[in-house]
């Protein structure tokens, strides 16, 4: 029973730290990365009160050196998302009636727990396991992490306050319920904040959730779950299982108590099952919420006034962090032909002057792509794009996988606006340019719009201001996240919601309380202190 109503204020950003060489956080993590590098891990799954390990042991390697085992992960079967549901399940009624400030302060205590004691840890997990540079972990894995625990738990805090009026004699309120069943969060492998999120913002609204994240992130995710269990989270509310995705999508989309998916992946495997799931309306309880952040063709338009420094920075940080592995990604761009051999000089001098290599060495801004699977599928773009007379490659476009899953960088000028790498998503280190006559800006922007089915993140760079209005006006419906002056990657939680509509989602704004809506399912209460005792209403007189 809430004996008060208790105030969870507006957070700040968590602070970015810098690493810079002679400062503790690097010297701590440096030790961190070799602590780790020193150990093979075995990795159960979390189902309910157990650990669970299974006769099928996956190796994890770095993406960037194959030759080492970081350990291994306990591989589960249809057997084990049963289990997960059934510890969910079992668990529902005790977490769903816990009260707001112990359940909200579950989540707090783990942001706090990743800020100092596990922030290492959260990072060279991160670094290893998806081999991102310390920049971009420490954004993701530990900052973003951190904003989006303290964030919904504000925002949450802000929905539970929203309350109707009352007229004389009467009472009205709502109360927002957990859903009714069990939810299914998927993450992917290019996020650690993301593969936290999912799972966590549907269980701090009181449902409990069956985790499968990709395996890819394993290294990190466990230790995200480590954590949750140290802040105090009771078992089987969040249940983090290591199966294959069809596997996960047959069990739990036929089960009757599945109430929702909160995903982020591909947008194919989004299309599946969502149709899966209609076709199996007459089975469940409750209709389901899916909710789903797909695929991005994400874009870069400049008008001939633009800065060519911010428009050659924009590109260079926009494609190429991260490996270009980021839904984000600026993947497309639109150059005026005023500015366009410049912009080449520039791009070609960045892409020369990165440095790539494993993230233990802090000067490296590139490292290796995901796995063995994405490397082929950027490479057949790029061989493509090399002996193609619609194509020329500018910078870049070495491939090599004996250590690791290097690709370098690599910027194209497609001559057809409609090339394979303008149109279709790549994931991966590649930036297609288009040339455009400087004075068809208004018709690019209507090309922009219409290439691809995606519309996630783009962003126009210029100076002359009608030619922003424009650009914000005419490209309304192609992102969901826009940016002016800057690259199209960076969200930030509290200050940029995160999503977009079309092929890339169903738009619902993590990082913001619109997302947390998707959890909830309201109950309105009306009491009256003065029932009446006669049917009749006045009307009905005669006289």
Known sequence: MSIGTFSYPMPSNEPVLNYVPGSPERKRLKEVLAELKKQQIEIPMYIGSKEVRTNKKVAIHPPHELNHTLGYFNAGEEKHVRQAIEAALSAKEEWAGMSWENRANIFLKAADLMAAKYRPYM????????????????????????????????????????????????????????????????TPFNFTSIGGNLPTSAAMCGNVVVWKCANTQIYSAQMFMRILKEAGLPDGVINLIYVDGPTVGRVCFNHRDFVGVHFTGSTGVFNNMWETIGKNMAMYRSYPRIVGETGGKDFVIAHKSADVDVLATALLRGAFEFQGQKCSAASRAYIPSNLADEVKKKLIA??????????????????????????????????????????????????????????????????????????????????????????????????????????????????????????????????????????????????????????????????????????????????????????????????
């Open 350 to 543: 960045g892409v020369k002057s990165f440095k790539m290599g494993i993230p233990e060495d802090f000067t490296n801004f590139i490292n290796a792509v995901i796995d063995e699977k994405s490397f082929e599928n950027i490479k057949r773009y790029i061989d493509n794009a090399k002996k193609d007379p619609k194509a020329q490659v500018w910078a870049g476009g070495k491939c090599d996988k004996k250590a690791g899953y290097f690709i370098e960088p690599t910027v194209i000028e497609a001559k057809d606006p409609k090339y394979a790498s303008m149109c279709e998503e790549i994931f991966g280190p590649v930036l297609t340019i288009y040339v455009y006559p400087a004075n068809r800006f208004e018709q690019t922007l209507e090309l922009v719009n219409n290439t691809s089915p995606y519309a996630l993140t783009g962003s126009v760079i210029a100076q002359d201001r009608s030619a922003v209005e424009l650009a914000t006006n005419k490209l309304r419906n192609a992102a969901g996240n826009f940016y002016v002056n800057d690259k199209p990657t960076g969200a930030v939680v509290g200050q940029q919601p995160f999503g977009g509509a079309r092929a890339s989602g169903t738009n619902d704004k993590a990082g913001s309380i619109l997302n947390l809506y998707r959890w909830l399912s309201a109950r309105t209460i009306k009491e009256t202190f003065n029932p009446p005792v006669d049917y009749r209403y006045a009307f009905m007189a005669e006289k």
């Open 123 to 186: 990072n060279a997990t991160t670094m290893l396991g998806q081999s991102k540079n310390i920049f971009q972990s420490e954004i993701d894995a530990v900052c973003e992490l951190i904003d989006f625990l303290r964030f919904n738990v504000h925002f949450l805090s802000e929905i539970y306050k929203q309350q109707p009026i009352s007229s004389p004699g009467m009472h009205n309120r709502l109360e927002y319920r957990p859903l009714e069943g069990f939810v299914l969060a998927i």
